[in-house]
């Protein structure tokens, strides 16, 4: 057991900030540890470190939280660095994707094929960028020792921009192959039979092995597509692994397209939200049409005020169920949430999110297997070497250990879905890194959604003059 520092940079995040909360107390091999919790806002912030503080006394813990607006400050001594900072947050995505669809680009100009992700944004997203490569930058002055775990998004472009522009050591998270549990959920198997592996890119990861005590998974796949794919409806807008659009990428690539990537399709899914609805299922047309990213922004809202009422009421014991029914409406509490406290209000159980176990693999040689976004080293032989790849991977101690990809992708997914993914983000990392609009422009001209090259430009030029892109509009201007 040894004591690190671990600083969460934007630690006010609606997603990450408790389940990392709730990982941290629950890590024995972390006892003893300073949590640097950072983030901008300091009403969120104060919130979340009052959780913190309680919680780690309700559970017993051996944990110690500060707090800072300062990232110079929480990156001091630091071990690990957690990123999930969103520059601009929601407001801004919503912002930029409206000036979009006003030039006639539905859900927005980041919204790309293979890239339709509503919070992964890649071209219009300089502010966030920059700011990773900034953090990076600042960890090679004051942590140069410190693992960054990039977390926020866009995960893809942000790890290889980093690597590119830094030394610090960076890896990316995502939990996308949980999407692997889901099949496994549908099909009635006991995970521990199962072997499966899934390789690609983040948001872009296929399912290349699966086989259940030695049988080919895939039989039992096609049976339940046979049988039961008829009768599939959606739980939530999220609810997709096993979707109409799932199965048909599936029939056209040979491979099961694993979590995120079954959102990030062509533009066969999703000319429109009646198209979307079919693909996708209906009420929602999936979690990026517009009603089911509404969905998931009321979902955000509903933890940030569970955040907010439960920090202001400090009677309030985090370990009780019943602290939590007295917040959320009666009845009508999503499944999800439930689980999620569920999970929070238990003495040992984990969110599943992999940064802590990670960290407690590195620290303690607690040996656990991964599937992270590291550079490729030959672990895909099509991609080139260096280009950051989501792969599984046992960790401990001496770092990590790829798994041999058995058996390789085929030559239809590299071909017609990463190699186009990859040159997407290269093209992307032209732009930012040689502020070179005309690329931004040329990326547009590329776009279904494009009838004239002074569409693409207009729309660039709008989302360059807003107030917050001042920066970019600087860095853009220069060439
Ligand atoms: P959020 O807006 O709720 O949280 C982001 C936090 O960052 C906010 O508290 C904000 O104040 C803070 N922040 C903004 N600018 C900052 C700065 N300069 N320095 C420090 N903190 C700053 O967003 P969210 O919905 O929780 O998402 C956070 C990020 O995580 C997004 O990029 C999202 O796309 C990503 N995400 C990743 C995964 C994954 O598995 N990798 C899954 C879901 C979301």
Redesign the pocket.
């Known amino acids: 057991m040894a004591p690190v520092k671990i600083s969460i940079?934007?630690?006010?995040?609606?997603?990450?900030?408790m389940r990392l909360v709730n990982d941290l107390c629950k890590t024995s091999g972390l006892a003893g540890s300073l949590v640097s919790l950072?983030?901008?806002?300091e009403k969120?912030?104060n919130a979340v470190h009052n959780l913190a503080t309680r919680y780690v006394k309700e559970l017993g813990a051996d944990l110690r939280f500060e707090k800072t607006?300062q990232?110079e400050v929480s990156l001091r001594d630091a071990d690990f660095v957690i990123n999930?900072?969103?520059?601009?947050?929601?407001s801004y995505l919503e912002k930029a994707r409206r000036i979009g669809e006003k030039h006639g680009y539905y859900r927005g100009i980041d919204t790309q094929e293979l890239n339709m992700?509503s919070?992964?944004y890649t071209l219009s997203n300089f502010n966030?960028l920059k700011?990773f490569v900034d953090l990076a930058k600042l960890m090679e002055n004051i942590c140069p020792n410190a693992w960054l775990l990039q977390?926020?998004?866009?995960?893809f472009e942000g790890t290889n921009l980093i690597k590119r522009c830094s030394d610090i050591k960076v890896v990316?998270?995502?939990?996308?192959h949980y999407g692997v549990h889901e099949i496994v959920e549908a099909l009635g198997l006991d995970i521990k039979r199962v072997d499966w592996q899934v390789v690609g890119f983040?948001h872009a990861i296929w399912l290349n092995r699966f086989s259940y005590d030695g049988e080919n998974g895939y039989d039992l796949i096609d049976k339940w597509i046979e049988e039961n794919s008829k009768d599939w409806k959606p739980k939530t807008p999220f609810d997709l692994q096993l979707s109409p659009a799932a199965i048909d990428m599936y029939r056209f690539y040979g491979l099961m397209p694993i979590g995120d990537t079954v959102r990030n399709s062509t533009w066969k899914y999703n000319y429109d939200l009646q198209l979307k609805k079919k693909w996708y299922g209906e009420p929602w047309g999936g979690a990026d049409s517009e009603i089911g990213w509404q969905w998931y922004q009321e979902r955000?809202k509903m933890i940030?005020e569970a955040i907010d009422y439960l920090s202001s009421n400090n009677a309030l014991k985090l370990l009780s169920l019943e602290s939590y029914l007295k917040f959320l409406p009666k009845g009508s509490v999503p499944e999800e949430l439930k689980e999620e406290i569920k999970i929070f209000t238990s003495k040992d159980a984990l969110s599943g999110?992999q940064h802590i176990p990670f960290i407690d693999a590195v620290v303690n040689n607690n040996a656990q297997r991964f599937v992270i976004n590291i550079p490729n080293k030959g672990y895909l032989s099509q991609i080139p070497d260096g280009v950051v790849v989501e792969v599984p991977a046992l960790v401990n101690k001496s770092g990590w250990h790829v798994e041999k990809i058995d058996p390789p992708l085929n030559e239809k997914v590299v071909k017609m879905y990463l190699i186009p993914r990859m040159l997407r983000m290269e093209w992307a990392l032209e732009a930012i890194m040689n502020g070179d609009k005309e690329i931004l422009v040329e990326i547009l001209l590329r776009d279904v959604r494009t009838q004239s090259y002074e569409q693409a430009v207009e729309v660039i030029e709008e989302i360059l003059s807003l107030p917050e892109n001042e920066p970019m509009r600087n860095h853009y201007s220069k060439k």
């Open positions: 940079i934007g630690a006010g995040s609606a997603v990450f900030s950072m983030d901008i806002d969120r912030l607006t990232l999930t900072a969103m520059v601009g947050g929601h992700v919070d992964y966030q700011f977390t926020a998004n866009p995960v990316g998270f995502c939990h996308g983040n955000l940030t999110e």
